[in-house]
C-alpha cells in the first residue's frame, strides 16, 4: 500500500496524468493504434478512441501530411503500392474514426472539424476492409458532414454491407421507407459488383456449410436488402416500384441467403416471388 502510494505520489509530484497508464498503446504502430481505436469505436468507449486516434496524429501526422503532397489522386496499383502509404491510411482512417466517436456522442462541432480535417489534409488515405479492398475514409466524411448539416438519422455506421443490412431491417419495422430505400442504395452502391460476381459463379444454392454460406456475404446482403426495400414500397402502397425491385432481386441475385438469427438461411428471392404472386394477384 505504502509503494503504491509513493507511485501515485510520484506521477502527481511530476506533474504526469495518471490517465496516461489507462491505455495500452502496443508497439506504437500506426496500424496497431488504428485497431484499437477501432475496437475503442464498437465498445463505445469515446476516451479511448481519442487516445489511440491523438497518439496517432501526434506520431504520424506529419508524415502522412508529406505523403499526401506527393499525391494529386488516390494511390492505385497492388495492394502494397496502397499500403505504401501507410501513414497517411491510417492517420485518415483514425480521423474517420474519431469522426464517429464524436458524432455517436452528439458532439457535432467536434465531429465535423475531425471529418473536415480529414478532408483538408488527409484526402487520399484508404483505409483496409478486412474482407478484402480498400476503401476511402475522405469520401465517407464527405457523407457525413452531408448527413450532419441535412439533420437526416440515418446512420451508416461502419459502411459495412452487415451493418447496413442491419439499418435497414430496424427501418422497416419503423415503418421509414425513405430511411430503407437510403440503406439499401448504399448497399448496392458499394457492394453490387461483388453481389453479382459471387451470383454468377453459382448454378445452385451454396448449402455445404454456415462457413460457406456466409463466405457470399456480399451476394447475401444485397439480396436481403432488396427485399427488404421491395417490403417497405409494398407497405407503402407504391406497388409497381416493390415490384420492379423484386424482380431485380429474383433475376439478378437468386442464390442470395439470408441468416434468421433463430439459426438458419432463408432464401429472399423465394419470398420476393410469393410476393410477386400475391401482388398480381391484386
Do not use: H
Amino acid at each position: 500500500m505504502k509503494k503504491l502510494l509513493f507511485v501515485i505520489g510520484l506521477v502527481a509530484c511530476l506533474g504526469l496524468s495518471t490517465n496516461v497508464y489507462a491505455y495500452n498503446f502496443g508497439d506504437f504502430r500506426s496500424e496497431t493504434l488504428t485497431a484499437k481505436a477501432w475496437g475503442a469505436l464498437a465498445s463505445g468507449d469515446i476516451e479511448a478512441v481519442l487516445a489511440y486516434t491523438n497518439k496517432n496524429l501526434e506520431l504520424y501526422g506529419d508524415q502522412a501530411k508529406d505523403m499526401q503532397k506527393l499525391l494529386q489522386a488516390y494511390p492505385e496499383g497492388s495492394n502494397d503500392d496502397i499500403f505504401a502509404y501507410w501513414a497517411l491510411n491510417d492517420v485518415a482512417t483514425s480521423l474517420f474514426i474519431q469522426g464517429e466517436a464524436y458524432r455517436k456522442a452528439d458532439m457535432k462541432e467536434e465531429a465535423e472539424e475531425a471529418y473536415k480535417t480529414l478532408l483538408d489534409d488527409y484526402t487520399y488515405g484508404q483505409a483496409w476492409d478486412v474482407k478484402g479492398w480498400f476503401w476511402k475514409p475522405a469520401e465517407a466524411a464527405r457523407e457525413k458532414l452531408a448527413l450532419l448539416e441535412s439533420g437526416k438519422s440515418v446512420d451508416f455506421g461502419d459502411y459495412t454491407s452487415a451493418f447496413l443490412a442491419t439499418q435497414a431491417w430496424k427501418a422497416l419495422k419503423a415503418e421509414d421507407t425513405e430511411s430503407v430505400v437510403t440503406y439499401a442504395d448504399k448497399v448496392l452502391e458499394l457492394y453490387q459488383s461483388q453481389a453479382v460476381e459471387m451470383q454468377d459463379s453459382l448454378t445452385e444454392y451454396p448449402w455445404e456449410s454456415n462457413e460457406k454460406i456466409f463466405s457470399y456475404w456480399a451476394l447475401n446482403d444485397v439480396g436481403t436488402v432488396l427485399y427488404i426495400k421491395g417490403e417497405a414500397l409494398k407497405k407503402a402502397g407504391q406497388t409497381e416500384e416493390a415490384v420492379e425491385i423484386y424482380k431485380d432481386l429474383v433475376d439478378n441475385y437468386y442464390y442470395a441467403q439470408c441468416w434468421d438469427p433463430n439459426g438458419w438461411f432463408w432464401k429472399p428471392a423465394e419470398v420476393a416471388q410469393q410476393a410477386l404472386s400475391d401482388l398480381e394477384d391484386l
